[in-house]
């Protein structure tokens, strides 16, 4: 299926994880893809892994946090005839610190790469995005609606639904569709560092779904490419969550609490 055959899709943090995976499907399904991230040769390694002749597809590195990056990128794609219709808000970093201990550099750090960076982002797409009825989705979080720690980068994410909603409203007219996604729990790069300290977090996190598992980035890429995809027509401003059920449970359990309930 090329559902988006003849469209041109930015993904940001494309470099790693969902991002990456985000990047493949929208590519499998037709799109010109430009892969955006902070790491020069993971953003190349995976444009150049797409489906499609060579030359098809970009990778370009930006730190989304700094408006001279967004800008050099902007003009990066124009200058590869590239102007993007669908725009995957995806980088982020997430500070494992605890609250009492967060320096303001680092709640800054959160709060500038995946609030302030889709904020850039589209600012500076706006233009593209608007001439031709675009689409937007911004990867956000369940902790963007719930407290599961993490407050910098929670703050941020709940932001971002925030942001989502005030686009989808403002570029209706102009028929750019703009929604959020709120993955759960994923198998990606960003659980290596707590996973090296932690061996057995992602398999105690799994117990708190009701599915039974934690997601893989595939999950979030189906989401996202329903709601770039004319399927999605009639949706925006949605915060869709991608979560096995997470956060339709109705109790204030928590962890393993949750088998309890079952
Ligand atoms: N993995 C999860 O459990 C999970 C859960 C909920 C939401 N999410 C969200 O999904 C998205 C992707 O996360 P992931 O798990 O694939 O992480 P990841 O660490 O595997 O990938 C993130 C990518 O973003 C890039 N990046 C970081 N800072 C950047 C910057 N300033 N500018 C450009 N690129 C930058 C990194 O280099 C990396 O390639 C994030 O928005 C994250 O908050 C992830």
Known sequence: MHELAGRTALVTGGGSGIGARIAALLATQGARVAVADLDATAAERIATGLPGPAGTHLGIRADVAAEDDVVAMVQALHEADMRPD?????????????????????????????????????????????????????????????????????????????????????????????????????????????????????????????????????????????????????ITGVALPVDGGLLAVGSTAFASDIEEIR
Request: with cysteine; proline share 4%; charged share 20%.
């Open 86 to 234: 669908l725009l995957i808000n995806n980088a982020a970093t997430c500070s494992d610190l605890a609250y009492e201990e967060l320096p303001l550099t680092t709640w800054r750090r959160d709060l500038d790469v995946s609030l302030t960076g889709a904020f850039l982002t589209t600012r500076h797409l706006s233009a593209d995005l608007r001439r031709s009825g675009g689409s937007v989705v911004n990867i956000a979080s369940v902790n963007a609606v719930r407290s599961f720690g993490n407050e910098a980068y929670s703050a941020a994410k709940a932001g971002l639904v925030s942001l989502t909603q005030g686009l989808a409203v403002r570029w209706a007219s102009s028929r750019v569709r703009v929604n959020a996604v709120l993955p759960g729990t994923i198998r990606t790069p960003i659980w290596d560092e707590r996973l090296s300290r932690d061996p057995d977090v992602l398999v105690r996190a799994a117990r708190m779904y009701p599915l039974g598992r934690i997601g893989e980035p595939e999950d979030v890429a189906q989401a996202v490419a329903f709601l770039v995809s004319d399927r999605a027509a009639w």
